[in-house]
């Protein structure tokens, strides 16, 4: 992950480099891609490689931004899987909730259109799954907006965020509560065994 990131540093700006020894996830914004593609090949094979023209979609969501006719101070922006889960953050305060989660992570250009719709000076978002946390800071880099992303893993920790959120209050208040609170919330999940093993003398099938 370190070394992705020393070749990549001077060929261009707003370089993440997220991941693990297995696998990293970039970004970044460079007027010469095959050079990046280049660099990377030297560390293994690529995979789900996308390139946006981003000037082109920086245009797009900021007119859409600047036609309404009043931004308020501060909006939230979530990302929540299911009515019923789209409705409680509804419920908690959220002006435009983006449907996604484990297995459908919405795209930068689908968190700026929610960011644009939102109409407000200054944007909060939740990704809510540990996915969805580097397309929300691409979006973040992108628009001209003040956006915060509050990193929260799961929809629960999203849910615990915006129990703290106060919209009367300024953002870098909110963003520190919320980001405590979140911080707060410990997320289990029973699912499916891909396999039968076996766990402290107890069969999983």
């Given at each position: 992950?370190?070394?992705?990131?020393?070749?990549?540093?001077?060929?261009?700006?707003?370089?993440?480099?997220?991941?693990?020894?297995?696998?990293?996830?970039?970004?970044?914004?460079?007027?010469?891609?095959?050079?990046?593609?280049?660099?990377?090949?030297?560390?293994?094979?690529?995979?789900?490689?996308?390139?946006?023209?981003?000037?082109?979609?920086?245009?797009?969501?900021?007119?859409?931004?600047?036609?309404?006719?009043?931004?308020?101070?501060?909006g939230v922006v979530a990302v929540a899987l299911g009515t019923g889960m789209?409705?409680?953050?509804?419920?908690?305060?959220?002006?435009?909730?983006?449907?996604?989660?484990?297995?459908?992570?919405?795209?930068?250009?689908?968190?700026?259109?929610?960011?644009?719709?939102?109409?407000?000076?200054?944007?909060?978002?939740?990704?809510?799954?540990?996915?969805?946390?580097?397309?929300?800071?691409?979006?973040?880099?992108?628009?001209?907006?003040?956006?915060?992303?509050?990193?929260?893993?799961?929809?629960?920790?999203?849910?615990?965020?915006?129990?703290?959120?106060?919209?009367?209050?300024?953002?870098?208040?909110?963003?520190?509560?919320?980001?405590?609170?979140?911080?707060?919330?410990?997320?289990?999940?029973?699912?499916?065994?891909?396999?039968?093993?076996?766990?402290?003398?107890?069969?999983?099938?």
């Open positions: 992950q370190e070394l992705a990131r020393q070749a990549l540093e001077g060929l261009g700006d707003s370089l993440l480099v997220v991941g693990d020894p297995d696998a990293v996830k970039v970004h970044v914004h460079t007027n010469n891609p095959g050079r990046v593609l280049e660099e990377l090949l030297a560390f293994g094979s690529l995979h789900d490689i996308n390139i946006d023209n981003m000037a082109e979609q920086k245009t797009h969501f900021e007119q859409s931004a600047l036609a309404s006719e009043e931004l308020k101070p501060l789209e409705s409680i953050f509804e419920g908690l305060g959220v002006d435009v909730v983006v449907s996604g989660g484990q297995t459908m992570n919405p795209s930068t250009e689908e968190l700026l259109g929610a960011m644009a719709r939102v109409s407000a000076e200054k944007v909060i978002v939740l990704p809510n799954n540990k996915n969805i946390i580097l397309a929300a800071k691409q979006a973040q880099e992108i628009t001209d907006l003040q956006v915060e992303v509050i990193p929260t893993r799961s929809m629960t920790q999203g849910i615990g965020a915006m129990l703290a959120f106060k919209p009367d209050s300024d953002l870098e208040t909110n963003v520190e509560a919320m980001n405590s609170a979140a911080g707060k919330v410990t997320t289990g999940e029973v699912t499916y065994a891909v396999r039968t093993s076996t766990l402290d003398g107890q069969e999983i099938l």
